[in-house]
C-alpha cells in the first residue's frame, strides 16, 4: 500500500508542480517578489498533497532558535525533502545548492529567478569566492543563507566529511550560523520513489556566534549537527555514526 500511495503521490506532485512552473512563466519576466510570493503557494500544496496521500507530515522542533536577523542555517541534507522545506518555513531563503540544477528546464529558471546560490563543484577556490561574494549579496539585503555542510545528501547514520565551504560563509560573512539536524532519510530515501508515512523532525539548535576560528567552528558545528542527529535517528539506522568529539583532519 505504500508503494501505491507513493506512486500516486508523485504523480500528483508532478503535475502540480507542472501546473505551477507553466502558468508561473510571466513571473520570471517580472520582480522577483512574483516569484517569492508563488513559491510559498506551491510548497503548502505540495506539503498538503505528500501528507494527505502518503501520512507523511513534519514537525519543526528549537523553533525559538529561528533567528530574525541575517544568519546561516548550516543543514544536514539526506533528501529532496530538505530542499523543499526551507523556502516552506523561513522567509525567502537562499541556498547553497550545486550548478547543474541551475541547468534543468523551468526548475533551474525558477531557482535562478528566486535569487539561489550556485557553486561549481569542480571549480576550486574560484567557485568557493564567488560563492561567498553571492552570499554577502544575500546578506546585505537581509536574506537567510541555507547550505548543506556536507556537500551531498546522506543516509541516516552515514557521516562525511563537512566541507570548507560552510567556514569560509562564517568566517567571510561574520554571521552566526544555526545548525539543524533531521530525519527525513528515514521516510524520504535517496533514490527512491517511496514515501513512507510518519513524521520528519526538522530541528533548528542553538547558533553558533561569529567570531571562532576555523578549527574550534568547524569541530563545534560537526559535534553539534551529528549528536543531535543520533537522537533523531536512533537505532534505525544500519551504520549508527560515532557519538564521541569530532576532530579534523
Known amino acids: 500500500m ?6 500516486i503521490y508523485q504523480v500528483l506532485f508532478h503535475l502540480w508542480t507542472t501546473f505551477i ?5 510571466p513571473a520570471l ?3 522577483k517578489a512574483v516569484v517569492w510570493a508563488i513559491s510559498p503557494f506551491w510548497s503548502v500544496v505540495s506539503f498538503a498533497i505528500l501528507r494527505r496521500i502518503t501520512g507523511l507530515g513534519y514537525r519543526l522542533e528549537g523553533t525559538e532558535n529561528i533567528a530574525a536577523g541575517p544568519v546561516i542555517y548550516a543543514s544536514k541534507h539526506q533528501s529532496a525533502w530538505d530542499t523543499m522545506i526551507y523556502p516552506h518555513v523561513l522567509k ?16 533551474g529558471w525558477y531557482l535562478t529567478k528566486y535569487g539561489s546560490i550556485s557553486i561549481d563543484r569542480s571549480g576550486g577556490a574560484k567557485a568557493l569566492r564567488a560563492m561567498v561574494e ?19 545528501r546522506t543516509a541516516p547514520g552515514e557521516h562525511v566529511k563537512y566541507q570548507s565551504g560552510v567556514a569560509a560563509l562564517y568566517r567571510e560573512l561574520g554571521v552566526p550560523v ?7 532519510g528515514l ?3 535517496r533514490r527512491s520513489y517511496i514515501r513512507k508515512p510518519g513524521t520528519i523532525v526538522l530541528r533548528f539548535l542553538p547558533a553558533i556566534p561569529s567570531g571562532l576560528s576555523r578549527k574550534d567552528f568547524m569541530v563545534r558545528l560537526e559535534t553539534e549537527i551529528e549528536k543531535a542527529q543520533v537522537e533523531l535517528v536512533g537505532n534505525q539506522v544500519e551504520n ?9 583532519e
Open 134 to 152: 553571492e552570499a554577502r549579496d544575500a546578506i546585505d539585503a537581509g536574506r537567510p543563507i541555507v547550505v548543506f555542510p556536507e556537500g551531498t
Open 21 to 25: 512552473a507553466v502558468f508561473g512563466l
Open 29 to 31: 519576466f517580472l520582480p
Open 92 to 107: 525567502n531563503p537562499i541556498v547553497v545548492l550545486k550548478k547543474e540544477l541551475l541547468s534543468i528546464p523551468f526548475y
Open 187 to 189: 521516510f524520504w530515501r
Open 2 to 7: 505504500t508503494a501505491v500511495r507513493s506512486f
Open 178 to 184: 544555526v545548525p539543524v539536524a533531521l530525519n527525513s
Open 240 to 248: 549508527p555514526p560515532n557519538t564521541g568529539e569530532i576532530q579534523l
